[in-house]
């Protein structure tokens, strides 16, 4: 019978993965970024949707007031979690 005070390999092994997320995110963000050959208009396409993105959360954040009151302003008034938006 396996002592059950030591953590086996699949556990020491996710502690590992759990620890290094960050660092192993900006891995694969870049190996992907050089695997998948983006051309010029798929760049600004996506640089595009993305600055949307980031607007939407900028005007979100200007209406949002934590813990006191629900918000019904800004793009609260037509989605509650905006971040689906």
Avoid: N
Avoid at 46 to 54: D, E, F, K, P, R
Avoid at 62 to 83: C, D
């Amino acid at each position: 019978m396996a002592d059950q005070s030591t953590p086996g390999v699949a556990a020491t092994a996710i502690g590992l993965l759990a620890r290094l997320r960050v660092a192993l995110g900006f891995v694969f963000g870049v190996l992907v970024f050089i695997l998948a050959k983006p051309t010029g208009t798929s760049l600004l396409a996506g640089m595009s949707v993305a600055a949307c993105g980031v607007a939407m959360r900028i005007w979100a954040a200007g209406h949002l007031r934590k813990s006191r009151e629900v918000t019904v302003a800004g793009q609260y008034r037509w989605v509650r979690p905006t971040l689906y938006a």
